[in-house]
């Protein structure tokens, strides 16, 4: 004898009871083992989630991390035109190249740091560049007053860009535009401000030195 379809209470799932011990199944979850069976035979069939299979196989491919890149502080535009428009040997071509590399150097230096204190005026590294402590001050104190004077937050710039760098005096003597590029300062400003000035690079017994102007 068959016991007739139980009609189930409002809420509750529908079911049907059989004789002989039969496992009880919801209707829902023959629908959750069938979508089961379609994402493990039908990879391609609209299940593109990793099943655990092939995680247990180490088939799933790893994630793609992006890993931001560090702002760029130097920025060179027209050095190589400027070479190419130079009729130099061989050696002074290397000169010229080696130029970029130190100016490329001392810019970076710059970056990112507060030049008005006694730290990073007293940093050696900057100091390579000049050829007496005398000049690198000149220098030195002229930038700060600049940057201070457009009104760098902390004296900062977070921008080099080394825009053009042109070559005179038969390959001993190059000027280089330097833009400079930082935070306003001034209260309820919240667009940057921009300093451009020109470095003076002088070849002497094949080493480069920077040449302050006069203050």
């Not at 490329?104 to 940093?123: C, E, P």
């Amino acid at each position: 004898m068959i016991d007739e379809p139980v009609q189930a209470s409002q809420g509750e799932t529908m079911r049907q009871v059989g004789t002989r011990g039969r496992t009880l199944w919801r209707p829902m979850h023959r629908i959750w083992i069938a979508i089961a069976i379609l994402c493990l035979g039908f990879t391609g069939a609209g299940c593109q989630s990793p099943t655990l299979i092939d995680r247990l196989r180490g088939d799933v491919p790893k994630p793609v991390v992006l890993t931001p890149l560090p702002p760029t502080a130097i920025i060179v535009s027209n050095f190589e035109r400027d070479l190419e428009k130079t009729s130099f040997g061989a050696a002074d071509q290397q000169s010229l190249a080696r130029l970029l590399q130190l100016a490329d150097i001392f810019y970076q230096q710059l970056a990112h740091r507060r030049l008005n204190s006694i730290a990073t005026f007293h940093d050696p590294a900057l100091r390579e560049f000049f050829r007496s402590e005398e000049a690198f001050a000149d220098y030195y104190a002229d930038l700060v007053q600049d940057l201070g004077d457009g009104h760098f937050e902390a004296n900062r710039p977070q921008l080099i860009d080394l825009e053009s760098l042109h070559v005179e005096d038969a390959g001993n003597r190059a000027v280089a535009v330097v833009n400079f590029e930082g935070e306003n300062s001034l209260p309820l400003r919240f667009w940057s401000v921009n300093y451009s000035r020109r470095d003076i690079w002088e070849r002497t017994d094949d080493r480069w030195w920077i040449v302050p102007g006069k203050l």
